[in-house]
Antibody, heavy 120, light 107 residues
């Protein structure tokens, strides 16, 4: 059974940092691209960042470029999102999401999400 | 960057109605277009890939069409369990942008 379990969310102040983790199971992790997608309270989906299965391709939304970093540890079947210089507008549920192949394309499975709140 | 728009933002329809949602890309994206369904309180679910390929297990009342810049998702015979927000997403290049969503509920 596919599972993606996010952790590391919480309440931080503007300008602070936070690292999200996503533990994957039920599929061969290294063979699939992975994404982070967020959803502000009551709002739509915003794609944030993605990485290919091999880790050779990475992509970022303009809204987070230079502040967020995606990385993965295929030996631990885990995905991470390092979030620096957090802003109030980064407040959202962050979903870890599996791609449908090694290269970054569409998303075919989502974790349950974790809440990140940025507030003074 | 390529922008994605959807219309209408929301709609109300009766059980059994045919419902069509449109998605437009600001530049040609060929058929690199996916549709997702997000029911209230749930995570999104992939319905359609490559503009028109129904994912396994998705009811056949859902269909997708389009190519280039204009796409549509049709529900042929709306059911109560179809109440959800529907999002399109492009996946052809390096910004995998979602549309703003269309909320579908029952009249």
């Amino acid at each position: 059974e596919l599972q993606l379990v996010e952790s590391g969310g919480g309440l931080v102040k503007p300008g602070e940092s936070l690292r999200l983790s996503c533990a994957a199971s039920g599929f061969i992790f290294r063979r699939y691209s992975m994404n982070w997608v967020r959803q502000a309270p009551g709002k739509g989906l915003e794609w944030v960042t993605a990485m290919s299965g091999s880790g050779t391709e990475t992509y970022y939304a303009d809204s987070v470029k230079g502040r967020f970093s995606i990385f993965r540890d295929n030996s631990k079947e885990s995905l991470y999102l390092q979030m620096d210089s957090l802003r109030v507008e980064d407040t959202a549920i962050y979903y870890c999401a599996k791609g449908d192949e090694d290269f970054v394309r569409l998303i075919d499975f989502w974790g349950q999400g974790i809440l990140v709140t940025v507030s003074s | 960057d390529i922008q994605m728009t959807q219309s209408p933002p929301s709609l109300s329809a009766s059980v059994g109605d045919r419902v069509t949602i449109t998605c437009r890309a600001s530049q040609v994206i060929h058929n690199y277009l996916a549709w997702y369904q997000q029911k209230p309180g749930e995570v999104p679910k992939l319905l359609i890939s490559a503009a028109s390929i129904l994912e396994s297990g998705v009811p056949s009342r859902f269909s997708g069409s389009g190519y280039g810049t204009d796409f549509s998702l049709t529900i042929s015979g709306l059911q109560p369990e179809d109440v959800a927000t529907y999002y399109c997403q492009k996946y052809n290049v390096d910004h995998f942008t979602f549309g703003p969503g269309t909320k579908v509920d029952l009249k």
